[in-house]
């Protein structure tokens, strides 16, 4: 069974500040990994992917991730927090085997708040 | 980029009445639909898997009779909340899936639509 687990319910940080939102995974194969924002009321936005090639993935808005294989983590960092990046990130998972089917998995979830 | 539409994107409905959700790809063809709930300020729970052409996969603990799914065709997945209940009410969020092979190197992409949220009274 695959799992993702996002430790912190909320992250808060002040506009400017960098910020970084943690996400570590368990999968039985190789990972493909995600991190999702979603707004009051919407749906899904991808931010940013890894599917293979380079551990530093860079993503929309100016978000980026880093794949660290040893350490099973995906987290999410910014330079520098823009208040509209306040929305609730996902992190999710999914087994790249078989990856036709594969399912994807989804964190709890983490409510980023950036004040001005 | 690929499109997933959902409609309606709210509708209150009575208890014991039934509500269709309709997710549509617009713009590519998916083998594969998935249909999550989502309760507020939590993730996204996997209800069931849906592929065109046969009976839809439940994730344990959803009730096929209750939420029923049909993928009746390449671009079009329902889901029917049959005698809805106020515990019933959550967002619902249906994603669409490439169809194996469409995509580059063996990853095939997955699209997620708007979310419907209904609220039962």
């Known amino acids: 069974a695959q799992s993702v687990a996002q430790p912190e319910d909320q992250v808060n940080v002040a506009e400017g500040n960098p910020l970084t939102v943690k996400c570590t995974y368990s999968?039985?194969?190789?990972?493909?990994l995600f991190w999702y924002v979603q707004y009051p009321n919407r749906g899904l936005q991808v931010l940013l992917k890894?599917?293979?090639?380079?551990?530093l993935v860079k993503g929309s808005y100016g978000f980026e991730a880093e794949f660290n294989k040893s350490q099973t983590s995906f987290h999410l960092k910014k330079p520098s927090a823009l208040v509209s990046d306040s929305a609730l990130y996902f992190c999710?998972?999914?087994?790249?085997?078989?990856?036709?089917?594969?399912?994807?998995?989804f964190g709890k979830g983490t409510m980023l708040l950036v004040s001005p | 980029g690929a499109v997933v539409s959902q409609h309606p994107s709210r509708v209150i409905c009575k208890s014991g009445t039934s509500v269709k959700i309709e997710c549509r790809s617009l713009?590519?063809?998916?083998?594969?639909m998935f249909w999550y709930r989502q309760f507020p300020k939590q993730s996204l729970m996997l209800m069931a898997t849906?592929?065109?052409?046969?009976?839809?996969?439940?994730e344990q603990g959803v009730e096929k009779d209750k939420f029923l799914i049909n993928h009746a065709s390449l671009t079009l997945s329902t889901l029917t909340v049959t005698s809805a209940h106020p515990e019933d009410s959550s967002f619902y969020i249906c994603?669409?899936?490439?169809?194996?092979?469409?995509?580059?190197?063996?990853?095939?992409?997955?699209?997620f639509g708007p979310g419907t949220r209904l609220t039962v009274t």
């Open positions: 994603s669409a899936r490439l169809t194996p092979g469409q995509g580059h190197g063996g990853y095939n992409e997955q699209y």
């Open positions: 890894y599917i293979t090639g380079d551990n």
């Open positions: 999710a998972v999914r087994d790249n085997r078989n990856s036709g089917y594969s399912t994807l998995t």
């Open positions: 713009d590519f063809q998916a083998t594969t």
């Open positions: 999968v039985s194969g190789n990972p493909y």
């Open positions: 849906s592929n065109e052409g046969s009976k839809a996969t439940y």
